[in-house]
């Protein structure tokens, strides 16, 4: 997946020149064959998430289900927590 180009026009001014100073390396045939089966790997494996997880979903209990939904939130709630200095009483009792 490519990156996306910075909104800021010094950052896109830098990129340019920097691509025009500096092209990028030929791929030799064996590195160029590498990268298309990298490629290939990772949308073959995108397949297969996009089937597999509705699929694990409905083999799942109900009551599962919104404990694993349960413990995603408490993991993605809990890089703002720690980024904002904010703690539980369940942090303090740990």
Same mark, same amino acid.
């Given at each position: 997946?490519?990156?996306?180009? !910075?909104?800021? %026009? =010094?950052?896109?001014?830098?990129? %340019?020149?920097?691509?025009?100073? =500096? !092209?990028? !390396?030929? #791929?030799? !045939?064996?590195?160029?064959?590498?990268?298309?089966?990298?490629?290939?790997?990772?949308? #073959?494996?995108?397949?297969?998430? #996009?089937?597999?997880?509705?699929?694990?979903?409905?083999k799942l209990s109900a009551r599962r289900r919104k404990d694993i939904a349960k413990?995603? %939130?408490?993991?993605?709630?809990?890089?703002?927590?720690?980024?904002?200095? %904010?703690?539980? =009483?369940?942090?303090?009792?740990?």
């Open positions: 997946m490519t990156k996306k180009s !910075p909104k800021d %026009i =010094n950052q896109i001014a830098h990129f %340019i020149a920097d691509r025009a100073a =500096n !092209p990028p !390396p030929k #791929l030799t !045939p064996e590195e160029d064959e590498a990268r298309l089966r990298s490629e290939a790997a990772k949308m #073959l494996g995108r397949l297969g998430g #996009l089937r597999g997880g509705p699929a694990r979903a409905e413990a995603a %939130i408490k993991e993605r709630w809990k890089k703002y927590r720690a980024a904002l200095g %904010i703690r539980t =009483n369940k942090d303090q009792i740990k």
